[in-house]
């Protein structure tokens, strides 16, 4: 075994933690469901390892709802074009997602559409696409 292998092994072994820890998207969000959330961006967090988006849902209700909206993995999102200025505080969209296995308002994104320009963000399995569409 090269001597870079025994790294995360003698980090794991003296700390008890592993060197990084990626959490497991079907662990978290029901993959076999869709939900659809319809509102504004409130923040763009482009962050590694899962870019965010904190959407405010008018429900019709006295307090918007708030939503955490989760995006493939930062690499993934680079090489297809996406920047920290792709989505803005105030752009208008519409979401379709996994929802969270906790209940809470959380969405593994799997569909995100930007009526004002057409931008259409899709992650249908391991390899977001983004694209216009009229």
């Given at each position: 075994m090269h001597r870079s292998t025994y790294f995360?092994?003698?980090v794991m072994a003296l700390t008890g933690f592993p060197t990084h820890a990626p959490h497991s998207i079907a662990g978290m969000y029901h993959r076999d469901q869709q939900v659809t959330v319809t509102g504004a961006i409130g923040e763009f967090r482009f962050v590694q390892p899962h870019p965010f988006i904190v959407l405010v849902a008018d429900t019709g209700k006295t307090e918007p709802q708030r939503w955490h909206l989760e995006l493939d993995n930062h690499r993934e999102l680079v090489q297809v074009g996406v920047t920290k200025?792709?989505?803005r505080s105030g752009d208008e969209v519409i979401v379709t997602g996994d929802p969270a296995?906790?209940?809470k308002e959380r969405l593994y994104i799997r569909r995100l559409h930007r009526p004002v320009d057409g931008l259409r963000y899709d992650a249908p399995g391991f390899h977001?696409?983004?694209s216009t569409v009229p």
């Open positions: 995360p092994v003698l200025d792709t989505f296995r906790d209940g977001p696409s983004i």
